[in-house]
């Protein structure tokens, strides 16, 4: 289960190399939508085997594709709750 990268929608299904969102048709199994994408790491990805792709919004066959889940917009993550509550924001 995760979230489009691009609409938010909550995707429940298996995400194949070439499956598109129900709702915007953007690529899934993308490195935007991947919980090892990181734009400051080497090859944008935080794992080190790894090959450079070169439209982090395209398909791609990156077989250490972990789809990530991320909150709605409008939506606080539960660890951005818990640092909010800690620090009395």
Known sequence: MGTCH???ETITDA???RAT???CHTYLHCCLNCRLYSPS???HCLSPTT???RDAEGANFCEEFEFTV???????SPAKSKFD????E
């Open 41 to 43: 790491s080497h090859n």
């Open 6 to 8: 691009k609409c938010g």
């Open 21 to 23: 969102c129900p709702k």
């Open 51 to 53: 090959e450079y792709v």
């Open 85 to 88: 509550q800690l620090f009395g």
């Open 15 to 17: 995400v194949g190399f």
């Open 70 to 76: 991320r909150a709605k917009s409008g939506e606080q």
